[in-house]
């Protein structure tokens, strides 16, 4: 059975950092894209940032400059940093894999609360 696990998240100030991290595990015969999505209160779910298996990137226009996503395909991980955070990134931050088990399927993640206090 093929689990993604985020780690990372918590209480952060404004303008400081944070750094997610996902692992994907399982009987896992490939990973297609990866990324994460957040969801903030009262609001419906939407994409921060992804990256497909040979590196190409997407970040949503509001954390552009200041995030930076990665995986490690050897690992089945992505991580996701964030630098200059503002208040309005607080919420559940979830990840995301396609995955071939054999079959494609999306996988998420249960989700991290990040915190962002003012």
């Known amino acids: 059975q093929v689990q993604l696990v985020e780690s990372g998240g918590g209480l952060v100030q404004a303008g400081g950092s944070l750094r997610l991290s996902c692992a994907a595990s399982?009987?896992?015969?490939?990973?297609?894209?990866m990324g994460w999505y957040r969801q903030a209160p009262g609001k419906q779910r939407e994409l921060v940032a992804s990256?497909?298996?040979?590196?190409?990137?997407n970040y949503q226009d509001s954390v552009k400059r200041r995030s930076t996503i990665s995986r490690d395909n050897a690992k089945n991980t992505v991580d996701l940093h964030m630098n200059s955070l503002k208040p309005e990134d607080t919420g559940v931050y979830y990840c995301?894999?396609?995955?071939?088990?054999?079959?494609?399927?999306?996988?998420w993640g249960k989700g991290t609360l990040v915190t962002v206090s003012s």
């Open positions: 399982g009987n896992i015969f490939t990973i297609g894209a």
């Open positions: 995301y894999a396609r995955i071939g088990a054999p079959r494609f399927m999306d996988y």
């Open positions: 990256i497909t298996s040979g590196g190409s990137t």
